[in-house]
């Protein structure tokens, strides 16, 4: 397993600062000349969107909230995207064209804004050390945190019921209800500059300027200490389903397990990673580096073995099937990106971005094709019939 990258090329002279998915093709970018950009996979082409009322002021942050039940590699379905900028504002958009709504949140930049898992809240940080709830129409619900230090990063947990936030070289967990005592965890010896809580697995990795990253559980207890590495970790983002764990640092980005070994490393010339951010799909990780280009990496080479069979993703579209006691190999093509594989009760089945490929081993030629409603797998489990996993439905589907 592996990232295969590639650093685009962007007919715009202005730097990248701010990344979110709209579909699993589709990428919003927030840059330093205070405009919102669409850049299209498959057009190769950025199209400016909308301007910010200040120019003085630029993007810092950038979140959406995307309705999962029509996220595809066609459409996106936005709900709403939140935006944080340099001048203490925080922008509530729609419609990718317009800005609704505008409020003063901070002093100085706001250099966090993340919508709640269940979309119903959002929270924002600054550099006056506060750390601020809102509604989801931008109606202040409390000032949760007050610092002397600037917040560099937070992210809720799973169930929108607490933070996690930096505070210098401390990790700091706070639930919303102020009954409950804070956490407080002297993580790293050095900055903090990056902590994200996995909504999967419930899992709290933070990186900083020692050059460490660490997990935690929820509770503030250690689960994993890295070894040294040669830069500060600047950047890192969990899979959707909390198997996989993306940490960058200068000139390099690691694929890890939830428990943080380090499964691949790939080397890339981009200095330093700012933001890391998946493709809803998971299939796909944008990155802002830190020369202010844009990087895509496809996640390639994966592989599944079970019994005598033995598949290895090669490509975004191909997969190789090898038989290792008939010494017999066959390669399969995807009308579309390469999603989710999984082998087991001798049937092969293959999700791309619209459909189910469903093959009876050792049989290879003719599947049952199974078309996916607007929604992205996230994961598939083989029993008697094959159960695909998706946001928030369970469809379950006989092998007939």
């Known amino acids: 397993m592996r990232f ?15 990344i979110g998915w709209t579909g699993n093709d589709e990428i919003i970018i927030g840059r330093n000349d205070s405009t919102l950009s669409k850049w299209s996979q498959t057009t190769k082409e950025s199209i400016k969107l909308c301007d910010f009322s200040d120019e003085s002021s630029y993007p810092i942050d950038l979140h959406i909230l995307s309705n999962t039940q029509r996220l595809t590699n066609k459409t996106a379905g936005i709900e709403q995207i939140l935006i944080t900028s340099s001048n203490g504002k925080l922008h509530l958009m729609s419609k990718i064209t317009k800005i609704d709504k505008t409020i003063d949140a901070h002093e100085g930049n706001v ?45 809720w947990n799973p169930d929108s019921s607490k933070i996690v936030y930096t505070q210098h070289d401390t990790l700091c967990i706070k639930s919303l209800k102020a009954t409950i005592k804070t956490i407080r ?14 909504k999967a ?12 990253y660490k997990i935690w559980d929820s509770y503030g207890n250690s689960v994993f200490v890295s070894e040294k590495l040669t830069h500060p970790v600047t950047s890192h983002c969990w899979k959707a389903d909390g198997n996989l764990l993306v940490v960058s640092f200068y000139n390099t980005i690691l694929i890890c397990n939830q428990y943080g070994v380090v499964l691949s490393t790939d080397y890339v010339d981009c200095g330093s990673i700012c933001t890391l951010c998946w493709s809803p799909d998971s299939t796909q990780v944008a990155a802002v580096c830190a020369n202010g280009r844009l990087m895509v990496s496809t996640l390639v080479e994966r592989s599944i ?14 997969m190789a099937v090898k038989d290792i006691l008939n010494e017999t190999k066959e390669n399969i093509d995807f009308p579309e990106r390469i999603v989710h594989v999984a082998m087991e009760y001798s049937h092969l089945i293959v999700t791309t971005c619209t459909q189910c490929f469903v093959y009876q081993m050792p049989n290879l030629n003719t599947p049952q094709i199974i078309n996916l409603k607007d929604t992205n797998v996230f994961m598939i489990i083989l029993t008697e019939n094959d159960s695909h996993f998706r946001s928030n439905t369970v469809d379950c589907i006989t092998y007939n």
């Open 305 to 318: 073995s079970r019994r005598n069979f033995h598949c290895l993703i090669t490509s975004r579209k191909t």
């Open 201 to 212: 697995n419930d899992l709290i990795v933070s990186g900083g300027e020692d050059c460490y």
């Open 111 to 155: 250099t966090v804004g993340k919508w709640s898992p269940d979309g119903s809240t959002l929270l924002t940080a600054g550099e006056d050390g506060s750390i601020k709830i809102w509604s989801r129409i931008g109606m202040l619900r409390t000032k949760l945190v007050v610092n002397a230090e600037p917040i560099l990063s937070a992210d």
């Open 4 to 18: 295969k990258s590639t650093i685009l090329k962007d007919s715009e002279d202005q730097s990248v600062v701010c």
């Open 185 to 198: 965890i002297r993580g790293h010896s050095d900055l903090i500059l990056k902590v994200s809580w996995c």
